[in-house]
RNA sequence: GGGCGAUUAGCUCAGUUGGUUAGAGCAUCCCUCUGAUAAGGGGAAGGUCUCAAGUUCGAGUCUUGAAUCGCCCA
């Protein structure tokens, strides 16, 4: 028997009972017994979150993802190893603990001692990991979980005494070793559970990874000018300044003049006449004009760059740009195109080409700073030069500098930019590196000293403004990078570190891309544009927290990379006792030493940590025990499918999966990739806590439920961002769940008043039944066809399309069948029906609303409540099959949809004609074409119910209904034609329109001004005829007959006093089977008629008995309608 | 600066090889049905298809240019 159920639910209420159950009768752990050594397995490779804060809707979009395929591969039987992870080293996490800690700097960090401050980088992150668990699970994300009274445990013990030797319990056997230990080892198979980056074979895999690249001569230590950011002293690598490291700031753009030393000899110059010639050979005063947004860079200036392809203007400013020298005359040069940039009067002198000036020198900015000196010192060593020579700035040429913006003069300071350094490099030019790690000015920058790179403006505009060289100032707004992680403006530093080199690898990695199904296609395209043309992999980070670089290096210069905890044990001479036991991180890791072989040198580790995309990009060999158990990796490597948000994961995640698989296996790390979107609120702006707008997943959870937001998840468009909010919620909640849920109820209230139970005597379905079993069919094929295909929203549209169906037209025309207290055998097979149509659509629904199906699923199955002891839950069973309908059945489908365009043409005539349904009509007149007819007569009784009608005729001659149009078929006329077209389309809307429907229904030509028309060249359009109150669509016109008799009146009133008791029925909160007595009063047409119905009165009412006349005292209800007046008085018979 | 994409109703988006009257959902308003319904149904209103030029008998659709906005890469 079923358990009874209200029609009012409180979802997010239900789901945390559902959570109980699933608890309490240990259903995950039942699905992985059902499912173990399977013969298909399915493998899902998990992109880790971030275990740094808790979870947000953003994340829980990807995971209900994640959930949706994991569930309906077990369904399809497969086995599963249901392992997600966390990320957990890394400069975010590092950047959180140092918040809670205040600190600002790493000095900061190194007092306070980096054991400790490690510890509590792992503290966090094992707190963030147990309130995600949590989350995730209340999303209903079915993972093997740790549970998190244990993480929290492991992260107070790991700050209070991380070397206490404690157990942990697994499947009754203990597991023991130092908290630190037990931690390392975390999602490792001795204790399960969720994989932690932070994992020692997390860590030893990498390491191996890293010696099979240096194997390859891959691994090599470069300096560069690379972004850098001052507040954390690391260097920025290309992959992590993704659109959201880039914000719009105002910066001071300097223009300054460059005094000219020496200019070729006898420059080829257009002069614009003779005395501009005269005058430039009279101003001794002569400069270049460049101009930067960066002027922190400018006491690093070593040469300006010009177009050699460009032309460059001469021109004479007479009063003074110059702060310094007014009134005095000088000569500047600079891009032809871009005078603008000249404040003040001036003269243009003549014209030059870019190439010409190449080689000219100038007077250095700041050549007395001991910074230049030793610069020259370094780059004259370097050269072999006499150590008293001087570099000379210069100009040179640079076919990259345009005139878009600035003075098509380009300051180039090898030291502070990538493309200057490149240069630098070329030319063979000193490099002055003007900032240390903190971003602030090392030594040997005079007032500059100790300043940060973003303070100095200033001080550098007095310091040129002092020398002549200052030009102008303006305030220049520009996107700028900004650290992703703390949103400090970077700046450029010429730094060592370790990359590996992506020119054998690059290619091997898009050929292994090419292998991958991307979803949505695009994927592809861009995973193979970034590694096209992605530079280097940067590993290295100047930092604390995170994967201990394996590279050891000598005092000469050498280095080498060690691949296992194996290796570095055998090979360490010093330092090793202090490291063993601990996790392969800093600081104990730093202390262990390595003797080369060979020449003997003692090898320290360089202190770098490594960039946290290696450890997220390992996964797929750390957690699948490439080293330990090849077997068990060979069956699950590479994966069916992963997936993550698309922005930046195409050189983050996805970019370290393929670039690690391809290394060591040469492999695709997935079969399929999915990719989707952006998470923004409802009006398309970026949910930022500080903005106020961002929605917590607990909140959401709590308001809408898990359900409905896991449905908002699987009906989005991947590509289209997510507009996410309440309204949005609600929407779900009423395209999908309140109608099920009616549904639901609506079938276990009957069927428990009925007694009725599942299994009985098969029944002679209806036409009804039939559709609605064929449509459940249709729709199970076009689920699992989109899911098989990783295509979550034409699986869910198709859902909602059918739950809509069934609402709104199975069970809506089938409520009568329902009623009356008998079981006949249309009853029987409209309850069969439903519940069978119930029981194949939880299954359905199950991977994508996991809560619902499973309440539903336990009561109609087995009339379980959740509270009972069950064992079985509705994800232990199979996903429905598939299978191609019969012509039968799509007949049956075609023929519904005719019937349903009969009724709202049938509606819609009623309310133009503002006849209510109520009212009972003579008949409706049909014109339609011979299987439209056919099929209105199968569903004669439906349709005359549904329109409240007493008879449907076919009016013989579709004339009386329709008018014609004959329209030119252009698709076919429009080639042929051409210019003539509009001279025959006018001649045919000449010519009566019945004529030529006769001949074209006769399939006869039609001659038009001369051309001959063929029949099917001819459109011809039935439409209502002007002055009827008609309706058509589709071939199909219906009129209804609205001329009211004395009868219909009655029947009509009768049928409204129904209603008007029913509605008090219902204020008195009767039950629906309350037998009651009915007194009235009532005008007197509405009285005659409800004595002429009075058996269709009681029995619509369930009335005893039916009386004219109000006891006294009695509380009554008084209505009016059709101007008639009704008292009513109801008394409940108990 | 380069590449890709977009611009259609108040909002979010469809719109097939160019074709006759440009659609849906949400929101608004009116009407209506209902003893499963927190639903459902009918209707109204809402459009210079970003702008300009071109190709064509015919352009939301094709071409070119402009503007604005995304995304990716420099």
Redesign the pocket.
Known sequence: MFQPV?????FPAQERSVLEFWTRTNAFENLRALRKDAPQRWSFVDGPITANNPMGVHHAWGRTYKDLWCRYHAMKGAELRWQQGFDCQGLWVEVNVEKELGFTTKRDIENFGMANFIALCKQRVLNSAAQQTEQSVRLGYWMDWNNPAELRMLAKKIVENPNEIIELERGGEKVRGTVEQLVGKLGMPELGGSYFTFSDENNYMIWSFLKRCHERGWIYRGTDSIPWCGRCGTGIS??E???EG?KDRDDPAITIRFRIRSQAADPAVDWKSPEAQAAFDATPARFILAWTTTPWTLPANVMLAIGPKLRYAIVRQSHAASATRDGESAIYFLGAGVLKMLRGDYEVLGEIDGAQMVGWTYEGLFDELPAWIDANKRWADKHGFDAERIFEHCVIPWD?V?E??GTGVVHIAPGCG??DHKLGKEIGSPMVAPLGEDGHYLSGFGDLVGRHAHEVPDAVEAMLKQKGFFYRRETYRH?YAHCWRCSTPLVYRLVDEWYISMDELRHDMMRVTETINWVPS?GK??EL??LH???DWMISKKRYWGLALPIWEYPDGTFEVIGSHEELRTRAVEGWQEFEGHTPHRPWIDGVKIKHPVTGQIGVRVTDVGNPWLDAGIVGFSTMRFRADRAYWEKWFPGQFMTES???Q??NWFYAMIAMSTVLADVRPADTILGFA?LVD???EPMHKSKGNSIEFNEAADKAGADAMRWAYARQ?Y???L?FGY??L??C???LL??L???Y??FV??AVADGWQPGADAAILTPLDAWILARLQQTVNETDRALDAYQSRPAALAIERFV?D???????RS?AR??GSEMTADKQAAYQTLHNVLTILCRTLAPFTPFIAEVMWQNITAGRTLQDAATESVHHQLFPESRALTAAEEALLRETEIARRV???G??????S?V????PLAGARIVADAAARAVILAQRDILCDEL?IKDITFAERAEELVSY?V?????????K??????RV?NGLAALDPAFVAAEVQAGRAITVDGIALAADEI?V?A?PRPGLVV?GEAGIVVALDTELTEELISEGLA??A??R??????A???????R?ETYYHATPRLATAIQLYENYVKN???SVILQSGVPENASTSVDEFDGEGFTIV?IRIH
Request: cysteine-free; charged content about 35%.
């Open positions: 209200s029609n009012q639910v409180d290309q992959h300044i993704d659109t880039y990259e345009g878009a913006e990538p493309e996107r695009f395209e861009r544009d970034w043309n992605m530079h698309f922005p930046g195409f050189r952006t409802e009006k398309g468009e590509d289209d961002n507009r309204n949005y609600g929407e909640r009423r395209n309140i109608p849920w009616n549904v109820s609506f209230t009957y809509d069934l609402s709104t037209w199975y069970v809506r409520r329902f009623w009724v709202n043409l509606h819609s005539v009623r309310s133009q503002k209510k349904v109520r009212q409240n149009k329209l030119p078929d252009l698709k076919k006329l429009g080639k034609l051409g210019q003539d077209l509009p389309r459109i359009q439409q309706a049928r409204e129904v209603r008791i029913n509605d008090a029925r219902k008195a909160s009767f039950d629906v089977s309350d009651i619509e009412t369930l109801l």
